[in-house]
């Protein structure tokens, strides 16, 4: 079955306590994303890769780091948690192509930031 | 830059009404159309897309959309709402050969008995 796995699903963290949120995809796409879900906000790009080694900063990248060591993976990682990181993300993945494919979604990464 | 506009945070509607979804978008080129939606504790599923050709996209649950390039819309419709069509809908916007989706801020549908 073709899918995006997020693991946890839930974190409660302490503020400054270094945290990883990995993203797995089993569709061999080149393109992968981290977005925050934020009511009233929508989701906001946080950070992107086009292809293995290749990130970029999407709209609201401030006190987060990504890497793409691998194809399938995208980890997110907050080096220095902070209350205002509390929020609902999402990995996504997507072909690398002319836009008009699908994106797939994980299930979500409910964060608490304390 | 692309931006999405859905003005109806929250949309209350009883069972079996009809109920339209606001979705405008501002891009001076072309753009693919995407409607998502997110049940309870779930990610984003993907509802509809609209790429090109017949401006009149449907969903296999009995949504549609219209790509209404003159108004820079792609509401969402359906003639009869059930319970189960309870959650969030996301209008989303991609300029044409780029990755990047754009998103508005989401509209909650409440199906009320």
């Known amino acids: 079955e073709a899918q995006v796995t997020q693991n946890p699903r839930y974190l409660i963290t302490v503020t400054g306590k270094k945290l990883t949120v990995t993203c797995s995809q089993n569709m061999n796409h080149e393109y992968m994303s981290w977005y925050r879900q934020d009511p009233g906000l929508g989701l906001r790009q946080i950070y992107y890769?086009?292809?293995?080694?290749?990130?970029d900063k999407g709209d609201v990248p401030e006190g987060y780091k990504v890497s793409r060591k691998e194809k399938r993976n995208f980890p997110l990682i907050l080096e220095s948690p902070s209350p205002n990181q509390t929020s609902l993300y999402f990995c996504?993945?997507?072909?690398?192509?002319?836009?008009?494919?699908?994106?797939?979604f994980g299930q979500g990464t409910r964060l608490t930031v304390v | 830059a692309q931006s999405v506009t859905q003005l109806d945070s929250q949309v209350p509607v009883f069972e079996e009404a009809p109920v339209e979804l606001r979705c405008n978008y501002s891009s001076s080129v072309s753009v693919y159309l995407f409607w998502y939606v997110q049940y309870p504790n779930q990610g984003l599923q993907l509802l509809l897309k609209?790429?090109?050709?017949?401006?009149l996209v449907e969903s296999i649950n009995g949504f549609e959309a219209e790509f209404n390039k003159s108004q820079t819309s792609f509401h969402l419709r359906k003639p009869s709402v059930h319970i189960s069509d309870t959650a969030e809908y996301f209008c989303a916007v991609r300029l044409a050969g780029f990755q990047k989706l754009v998103f508005g801020t989401g509209t909650r549908l409440l199906v009320s008995p």
């Open positions: 996504a993945s997507s072909i690398r192509g002319s836009g008009d494919t699908e994106a797939f």
């Open positions: 609209y790429l090109s050709g017949s401006t």
């Open positions: 890769s086009m292809n293995v080694e290749v990130t």
